[in-house]
């Protein structure tokens, strides 16, 4: 197998996760008859740019759905970071009602619908049709396409190149990451800035966060590696900042090398310098990841069979790819865990990829009780345990997985 940026030979295995189906391949009553398809979820790293990879084993296609959506308005939190950031870039690079903001992966218009708010004009870019009019029905112009050169070059020949262009949690599902990047390239203005949120690969490393592996996201990056990716196809990195969502991410801004216009800062230098230090750019970093990992699921298979023994329930909250990829790993069933609740309409009455666990709205929690409620995003847990502060009635415990097992008891 090759680097999907550079085309090395890939050498150095970051983490063999066994096999496991698309972690958001949601199956329905009907599909429960049939059989799955499961793929190896294995993550390599190049030596040559040092970008994290997993395996490619089926064709994008195969790992997208159409027809179910994460709609991120459904977190409070993030919607928060959304608003945050439209405030900030706005001030920032002077947007007006003359600018154009485009998103990629746009969702359900959780970032636009505050660009409009503005009075910026504003386009999404969202695959999912799901997601795509769930943005319209806010009133947002929202494109249902993937993104590269080819979408890029048609929305030039439109005049609706951008001034800012947003790309959150994005970049690392991107298959073709060189024909992504230089979309970014030919849609932004000569002045244009590009920013571009992912999680920091360096604190997935350092925080056990082997969950937020899985087939749909195709790379796993740090700043080392994204300079390279985006200095290749024409952008030149000027800015990064640390941003806290999801256990720690990075968040870049860039511009085109032809013309732009802001002078690098200093904080660039610094995090790749920090990066350096940590070892991102030698195979020896790499090294002990899995063994860690292995470590983390049996603690929490243990204590899952301890519940069982005890004859206590335990449920989980949160039906996202990251939960999916914990306990197709860990091998759980729904003798272990009985059913998931989530708060997307759309995921209620599915059923668990793999593990083929149930899920449920949130108010079977407090129909049923459970003992235990597992909290699969732990990057929200904060926002998860004010939203289920009504179980500490029952005396329910949370229990989060990640970076190590942790049962946290609801003060009554």
């Not at 709609?71 to 007006?96: C, I, K, N, P």
């Not at 732009?260 to 790499?286: D, K, N, P």
Request: proline fraction near 4%; aromatic fraction near 10%; include cysteine.
């Amino acid at each position: 197998m090759t680097c999907r940026h550079c085309e090395a030979e890939l050498k150095t295995r970051l983490i063999d996760l066994g096999n496991a189906p698309p972690s958001n391949a949601h199956l329905t009553q009907q599909t429960l008859l049939a059989p799955e398809k499961w793929y190896p979820l294995e993550v390599w790293v190049c030596e040559t740019c040092w970008l994290a990879q997993t395996l490619d084993y089926a064709h994008r296609a195969e790992l997208l759905p159409t027809d179910i959506a994460y709609f991120s308005s459904l977190s409070g939190a993030w919607l928060a970071h959304a608003r945050r950031y439209v405030d900030e870039m706005s001030v920032q690079f002077g947007l007006t009602a003359e600018s154009m903001v485009i998103e990629v992966a746009s969702d359900d218009g959780y970032l636009l619908q505050y660009v409009r708010e503005h009075g910026i004009p504003c386009l999404g870019i969202e695959p999912n049709e799901g997601a795509a009019q769930a943005a319209r029905r806010k009133g947002i112009d929202v494109v249902s396409a993937g993104f590269g050169v080819a979408l890029a070059q048609e929305l030039v020949a439109q005049g609706k190149s951008a001034d800012l262009m947003v790309a959150n949690d994005v970049l690392t599902h991107a298959s073709d990451i060189n024909d992504f990047v230089a979309g970014f390239t030919t849609l932004l203005k000569p002045s244009g800035v590009a920013t571009f949120e992912f999680p920091h690969l360096a604190n997935l490393m350092r925080h056990n966060q082997f969950d937020t592996i899985y087939h749909e996201q195709v790379s796993y990056l740090s700043l080392t590696a994204v300079m390279r990716i985006l200095t290749y196809n024409g952008l030149t990195v000027f800015d990064v900042t640390e941003l806290p969502t999801h256990g720690s991410s990075l968040r870049v801004f860039a511009q085109r090398a032809d013309r732009g216009r802001y002078g690098v800062s200093a904080r660039v230098g610094e995090m790749l310098e920090t990066e350096l230090r940590m070892g991102i750019a030698s195979t020896g970093f790499y090294r002990a990841f899995h063994a860690r990992a292995e470590g983390v699921k049996d603690d929490f298979v243990a204590f899952l069979i301890d519940a069982k023994r005890a004859g206590k329930t335990v449920a989980a909250y949160g039906a996202a790819a990251n939960g999916n990829t914990l306990l197709n790993y860990a091998g759980v069933r729904g003798d272990l865990i009985s059913y998931v609740v989530d708060r997307n309409p759309a995921k209620q009455g599915t059923f668990l990829p793999g593990s083929r666990i149930p899920v449920r709205g949130e108010e079977y929690l407090a129909q049923t009780r459970p003992d235990f409620i597992v909290i699969l995003p732990w990057d929200l847990q904060a926002e998860v345990m004010d939203q289920l502060a009504y179980a500490s009635k029952w005396g329910a415990q949370f229990v989060v997985a990640i970076p190590q097992l942790s049962i946290i008891p609801l003060a009554r």
